[in-house]
């Protein structure tokens, strides 16, 4: 079905608006609102407009005109992973990976088991569904979960797929406190010791002194690091998501969020190490000349064949390394938690450590490291008894 559109202005704001034929031949329209308003959003709001038709040509031409495939029959498992397919074009590769997981390990084989229509879907269903699945993960997951549903079966009632919503009448599971593991400074010493002269000595020391993500670890290129201003810039990220059953690398001038494209200070320790490293791979490439991978040059993190480090690597080989050197096991993620707890002891506040991890906002920081905030208590404590008489 072709479907035509154009832009229309109400009550200061772009409206996309759908002009369709149905099955008997006549002529509807469908109002779609962009949630943009009119100053400077023009061509956000055509973009819009694209999407909301492509969207309901692909919803139309997948609900059919036949018995066997209209919405009345359309089991609700069908139609998460047709909202999938819809929406795979709009998000980004690792954020489609995450929807695939959730929507085709877990979401679909459970409904599709119990044989529940979309147009039959009740809020005791999705309850039903939580339940089952808090016996096994933890509640975050669940939410996740609740996320995908919610978002699928919105974009159902926006295409006239369901005439209402019952996630609506769904209680979530409540998040539950996610408290990281972390070394004190004996430990990160140690660990840094040794994965001295080892692939992993920079990915160890971004994450451990600079709280880098993975993905900024490996994204990390000469670029970004300004040896003369001793600054380094985190302004680059891969990622290795399953796209359609297949790992793919994706890099992209990105951060995690607008707060994680920051500049950190290149302390002189790390600056010899960062510059020792650049003179190993000029070597290295005059060593293996045309058997070097030289597509990727600017990367700091690359073996000495020239291939990039990928994520699953430096979570796989941190492992062994705490393994062999007999330490106490941690994620490499946990390296982040082990910068901010020793921001925190030496009295580095929660919106300074908000800064340098790159947190979104500081309710993140805040409610992550709560727990480690000791010091801030300490001074209260020390207040109250200033003011006080206890005896």
């Not at 779609?32 to 009119?38: A, E, F, H, V």
């Not at 996740?144 to 009448?169: E, T, V």
């Not at 970004?224 to 399953?242: G, K, R, S």
Request: proline share 3%; net charge positive.
């Amino acid at each position: 079905m072709k479907v035509a559109g154009h832009l229309q202005e109400k009550k200061g704001y772009y409206y996309a608006v759908l002009s369709y034929k149905d099955e008997n031949g006549k002529r509807k329209t469908k109002w779609i609102s962009t949630g943009l308003p009119l100053k400077g959003n023009k061509k956000k709001a055509e973009e819009v407009l694209n999407t909301e038709r492509m969207n309901f040509e692909l919803v139309q031409a997948a609900v059919g005109e036949s018995e066997e495939t209209n919405t009345s029959n359309m089991l609700f498992a069908d139609f998460m992973i047709m909202w999938l397919d819809t929406v795979k074009p709009t998000i980004t590769a690792s954020t489609y990976s995450s929807y695939s997981m959730n929507v085709n390990s877990i979401i679909a084989p459970y409904f599709r088991k119990k044989g529940t229509k979309l147009i039959d879907l009740q809020p005791i269903d999705i309850q039903e569904f939580y339940s089952v699945q808090l016996k096994r993960v933890k509640p975050n997951s669940v939410i996740r979960y609740h996320a995908n549903i919610r978002k699928a079966l919105c974009y159902a009632l926006k295409m006239d797929m369901i005439q209402q919503n019952p996630i609506y009448k769904v209680e979530k599971p409540r998040k539950n406190t996610f408290i990281g593991s972390f070394y004190d400074s004996d430990e990160l010493n140690s660990l840094f010791a040794a994965v001295k002269d080892t692939i992993m000595e920079i990915p160890v020391l971004l994450g451990g002194f600079y709280g880098f993500r993975r993905s900024e670890v490996v994204g990390l290129r000469w670029s970004a690091i300004n040896f003369e201003a001793d600054t380094l810039t985190i302004n680059h990220t891969v990622t290795t998501p399953m796209v359609d059953g297949k790992k793919q690398i994706v890099a992209a001038d990105r951060a995690k969020n607008k707060s994680s494209l920051r500049t950190l200070p290149l302390v002189l320790p790390v600056k010899k190490k960062l510059l020792a490293l650049q003179e190993r791979q000029k070597m290295y490439r005059k060593k293996f000349k045309g058997s070097y991978n030289k597509k990727y040059l600017d990367y700091v993190c690359v073996d000495e064949m020239g291939n990039l480090i990928l994520p699953n690597y430096i979570t796989s080989a941190f492992g062994t390394i705490l393994k062999n050197n007999g330490f106490r096991k941690i994620r490499y993620h946990d390296l982040r938690h082990t910068a901010a707890s020793m921001l925190l002891a030496n009295g580095v506040s929660m919106k300074e450590i908000q800064e340098w991890l790159g947190h979104s906002d500081f309710s993140t920081t805040a409610n992550i490291y709560s727990h480690l905030d000791y010091n801030s208590k300490l001074v209260s404590a020390n207040t109250m008894l200033e003011h006080t008489i206890i005896e």
